[in-house]
Nanobody, 123 residues
Framework: QVQLVESGGGLVRTGGSLRLSCVAS????????MGWFRQAAGKEREFVGA????????HYGDFVKGRFLLSRDNTKNTAYLQMNNLQPEDTAVYFC????????????????WGQGTQVTVSS
């Protein structure tokens, strides 16, 4: 079992940056890939990106276009999502997720989810 807690969300102006953190409990964290998803009001959950267990081979949703960067520190059981050049359309609740079959773009492949952190980008 893995428990995930996100933090770092907030209100930022267009063009600003935020870094989200996801702290995991459980020994399995370093064995699993970590994914990030987001869900805007009234919309379906959307894949943001995922990074493998060792912190390599990140891949991102098409909308990211080089603005976001994934990383992780297994010594701290923490994953990070650095978001730059934020736009109003990035406003959403952001979730981290993991599991033994994590890494893909589909949310069904992730077994453990955090509670989410709100990111709001003002124009």
């Amino acid at each position: 079992q893995v428990q995930l807690v996100e933090s770092g969300g907030g209100l930022v102006r267009t063009g600003g940056s935020l870094r989200l953190s996801c702290v995991a409990s459980g020994r399995a964290f370093s064995s699993y890939a970590m994914g990030w998803f987001r869900q805007a009001a009234g919309k379906e959950r959307e894949f943001v990106g995922a990074i493998n267990w060792g912190g390599g081979s990140p891949h991102y949703g098409d909308f990211v276009k080089g603005r976001f960067l994934l990383s992780r520190d297994n010594t701290k059981n923490t994953a990070y999502l650095q978001m730059n050049n934020l736009q109003p359309e990035d406003t959403a609740v952001y979730f981290c997720a993991t599991g033994p079959f994590a890494y893909g773009r589909r949310s069904e492949g992730y077994d453990f989810w955090g509670q989410g952190t709100q990111v709001t980008v003002s124009s």
